[in-house]
């Protein structure tokens, strides 16, 4: 017998990332989350996730040209967001728009290990397109094509909101980014191992990875958490809002975590990144509002924030809806879903996990007319 939610089960070996939940570390392929976010680009570091090594700076420029090369959508699935961007969620819309990019992807369904290499650049490239035009569609606004000179979180931010992002918020972009690539075998991770190991596509492994990410139980959590903060409105009310939400046993979305014991360490970096923002803008009350929700559940409850809560302050700072939250998680963790199925196609077994069956024995079929 084992715990709910496969607690403490190893589900697969990886040499992407590694968490130490006692201490509030967390590494990919061996390089500390706080180095990454102080000195690497997201770039870099989905080279990291899928080469398991830093890159010299030609490979890396290569990578980068790869990466804008591969940016725009086919007319396919342009068309096909017209419909989208009227009809569905965010996250329904990426799921669905990242399982039609297998109709026409120019590898078709060659599976061999250089090919899965450049779909997974596709994916990766192709995300941010892909969320941009859908919000620019649902907003009415004029389809903003992707820049060849931006980075990608820069290209984003510039397909989004119709303007050059400062150099800052670029790079806040771009550290946000990071520190959401990849986190051990989570939830939308191990989705995506599982379906990768029947050996089915990388387009069905991702978007089975997007449907479980989609969950507020995971990705969604974002999101909420920025509506706790429209909630709450005023720092003076956080004490009592956390207090009435522990009366009523009800889930306050950005705290606690199934690893870390103490703070993630990826909150450390956004709470840091959320406050110098709010000075940036001359507005701090967002991060106001979120450091006294964060002190009150700590006196309150004994619980850290983690990733999702201080996430959303800065995704609003830059301007992001809130139900773009969340893809935006996806467009991140594209990296490391993709570097997973790769790891997973290199030293494949079919995950088939045991159950406990808890039902009754030994029943005895009754004929329909003596049933009551």
């Known amino acids: 017998m084992t715990g709910k939610g496969l607690a403490d089960i190893v589900a697969a070996q990886t040499s992407l990332s590694d968490i130490d939940g006692q201490r509030g570390l967390l590494w990919y392929a061996g390089y500390d989350i706080h180095e990454l976010a102080e000195h690497s680009t997201f770039e870099e570091t989905a080279y990291l996730l899928h080469h398991l090594r830093l890159p010299n700076g030609v490979e890396l420029k290569e990578f980068v040209d790869q990466f804008v090369m591969e940016r725009d959508i086919s007319s396919f699935r342009a068309k096909l967001m017209e419909t989208l961007a009227v009809k569905t969620s965010p996250m329904s ?3 669905t728009g990242v399982s039609a990019a297998s109709a026409y992807d120019p590898d078709g369904w060659d599976e061999s290990p250089e090919a899965q290499v450049r779909k997974a650049i596709r994916l990766m490239a192709t995300t941010p397109t892909l969320i941009a035009m859908y919000h620019r569609l649902r907003s009415g606004k004029e389809i903003v094509e992707p820049s060849p000179t931006l980075s990608h979180a820069g290209n984003f931010l510039w397909m989004l909101l119709g303007e050059e992002p400062t150099p800052y918020a670029a790079r806040v972009l771009d550290v946000t980014l990071i520190l959401y690539a990849d986190h051990t075998m989570n939830a939308s991770t191990f989705t995506a191992r599982v379906i990768a190991s029947t050996l089915s596509d990388m387009f069905s492994a991702v978007t089975g990875a997007i449907a479980a990410l989609k969950g507020p139980l995971h990705g ?4 909420e958490a920025m509506k706790v903060l429209e909630e709450v409105g005023d720092p003076a009310k956080a004490a009592g809002y956390v207090a009435g ?3 009523r046993h009800e889930l306050i979305m950005g705290f606690g975590h199934r690893v870390y014991k103490t703070e993630d360490p990826r909150a450390t970096v956004l709470r840091r990144l959320s406050r110098s923002l709010g000075e940036e803008t001359g507005d701090t ?3 106001e509002i979120s450091h006294a929700i964060e002190q009150a559940v700590m006196e309150q409850r004994g619980l850290y924030p ?3 809560f201080y996430a959303a302050s800065v995704y609003h700072y830059l301007g992001i809806p809130t139900d773009l939250m ?12 993709t570097g997973h199925i790769r790891e997973q ?3 494949n077994r079919i995950m088939r996990p045991d159950s406990e069956y808890v039902g009754p ?3 005895k079929y009754v004929p329909m007319e003596e049933r009551r």
């Open 306 to 308: 983690n990733v999702d």
């Open 326 to 337: 969340t893809p935006i998680f996806a467009l991140a963790r594209m990296a490391g879903w």
């Open 245 to 247: 939400k522990l009366e």
């Open 361 to 363: 024995h030994d029943r």
């Open 285 to 287: 009350s967002w991060f």
């Open 93 to 95: 819309m990426l799921r």
């Open 345 to 347: 196609y290199a030293d």
């Open 220 to 223: 969604g959590a974002n999101e």
